[in-house]
């Protein structure tokens, strides 16, 4: 049984459908704990009446990204961590967090990366008018929401979205896309070859959305 991790600053909602799917199709994994930076995220009643081991480690009561990201990786680490997951965590991690979980660490960032790293994705997709966007899981890098990609869900982008409905929209198919991913690693199918990620058995790691639009 493989350990998985959870880090989340919020709602949850990708945690949820992970540890739903995990509970559910009866993964060679289970998840030992959702950790938060912030005690007051959503997503820890959810993992808690899930049965699922919460600890928060308030980022503010650190002086400094190291000594935060020293004790957050000290309580991950008394899970004995084989995955950790990057669910809507909203903190930059220092280079030695991230080398320490290398080739074991994943995130779902909300676009198709290396399109609109960093914040504000959905807004950033609609000032340039592309008419795909997406979500992207990838494993984590030091470099911020760079690392090879595993698995990508795209969506059309139409006249009338708003940040909002495309957010909406694409959050759907990250709870379709999130825990394919995770359970990938789990069931040990993911490599890496020269920073390209490959699954075996070949599967397609693209998820389009059923929402494109009729044609006039
Ligand atoms: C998601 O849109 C995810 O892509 C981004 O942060 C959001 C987290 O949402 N990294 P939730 O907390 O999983 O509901």
């Keep these: 049984m493989k350990n998985i991790v959870i880090l989340i600053s919020g709602r949850g909602s990708n945690m949820e459908a992970i540890v739903r799917a995990c509970q559910s199709e009866g993964w060679p994994g289970r998840i030992a704990a959702v950790i938060s930076n912030r005690p007051d995220a959503a997503g820890l009643g959810f993992a808690a009446s899930h049965g699922i081991a919460t600890a928060v480690v308030d980022h503010k009561g650190y002086p400094d990204r190291e000594s935060f990201d020293a004790a957050l990786?000290?309580?991950?680490?008394?899970?004995?961590?084989?995955?950790?997951?990057?669910?809507?965590?909203?903190?930059?991690?220092?280079?030695?967090?991230?080398?320490?979980?290398?080739r074991r660490m994943l995130n779902i960032h909300p676009?198709?990366?290396?399109?609109?790293?960093?914040?504000?994705?959905?807004?950033?997709?609609?000032?340039?008018?592309?008419?795909?966007?997406?979500?992207?899981?990838?494993?984590?890098?030091?470099?911020?929401?760079h690392g090879p990609i595993v698995l990508q869900a795209a969506?059309?982008?139409?006249?009338?979205?708003?940040?909002?409905?495309?957010?909406?929209?694409?959050?759907?198919?990250?709870?379709?896309?999130?825990?394919?991913?995770?359970?990938?690693?789990?069931?040990?199918?993911?490599?890496?070859?020269?920073?390209?990620?490959?699954?075996?058995?070949?599967?397609?790691?693209?998820?389009?959305?059923?929402?494109?639009?009729?044609?006039?």
Excluded: N
Excluded at 75 to 98: C, E, H, K, Q, Y
Excluded at 122 to 136: D, F, I, N, S
Excluded at 196 to 203: A, G, H, K
């Design 111 to 145: 676009s198709l990366l290396p399109c609109f790293p960093g914040l504000h994705t959905h807004e950033q997709a609609l000032a340039v008018g592309v008419k795909v966007h997406g979500a992207t899981v990838h494993f984590v890098t030091a470099e911020l929401d």
């Design 155 to 216: 969506i059309e982008v139409r006249q009338s979205d708003t940040p909002d409905t495309l957010a909406a929209r694409l959050l759907t198919q990250e709870h379709v896309i999130y825990p394919r991913a995770v359970r990938w690693f789990v069931e040990g199918r993911l490599s890496l070859d020269q920073g390209v990620v490959r699954v075996s058995p070949d599967v397609s790691q693209l998820v389009i959305g059923a929402d494109a639009a009729e044609v006039a």
């Design 73 to 102: 990786a000290q309580a991950i680490d008394g899970f004995s961590p084989d995955l950790v997951v990057l669910a809507g965590f909203m903190r930059i991690l220092t280079a030695g967090f991230v080398k320490h979980y290398e």
